[in-house]
């Protein structure tokens, strides 16, 4: 990243800087269009909408995975 907060880059590693630029996209994206996707489901960048059924969400650790069972994470 290219913005210095308090005067002090951050000091980022690859996996940091692949979920920040990936967050930035699907927040900007939801900002424009109201879905934070911007390609579309098969996209690895692809955040589902969570529905009691399906009970998915986007883990972000080291780039980002879809992940079922979000009402039974501790």
């Known amino acids: 990243l290219r913005a210095r907060a308090g005067g002090v880059a951050p000091q980022l590693g690859e ?10 996209t699907f927040w900007a994206q939801f900002a424009k269009t109201g879905d934070p996707n911007r390609y579309g489901r098969g996209s690895h960048n692809y955040w589902p ?10 883990f ?15």
């Open 60 to 74: 972000m650790d080291q780039g980002f995975q879809i992940r079922s069972s979000f009402s039974k994470v501790p």
């Open 49 to 58: 909408a969570w529905t009691p059924s399906k009970d998915q969400y986007l």
């Open 15 to 24: 996996a940091d800087k692949i979920v920040s630029e990936g967050m930035l």
